[in-house]
């Protein structure tokens, strides 16, 4: 038995991150949460912004909408 820390060790003391936007639910495994001038905006690597981030005013319709031909 070794006095340092092995790998496996040291990874298991990291949090697991969930591989799934928080947003969205698609699969991401690099989303981040980037605090912008007082916004918290998800992103799903970085640099693209989900599309239902709920910090620039997505919400989900509360019923299918009727198309009128």
Do not use: K, N
């Amino acid at each position: 038995m070794s006095v340092f820390a092995s790998c496996a060790d040291l990874l298991g003391a990291l949090p697991a991150q969930s591989p799934h936007c928080p947003a969205c639910g698609t699969h991401a495994p690099a989303w981040v949460r980037v605090d912008i001038e007082g916004l918290s905006i998800v992103t799903h690597d970085g640099d693209l912004i989900c599309p239902r981030d709920r910090s620039f005013g997505y919400t989900p319709a509360p019923a299918p909408l009727v198309v009128v031909a």
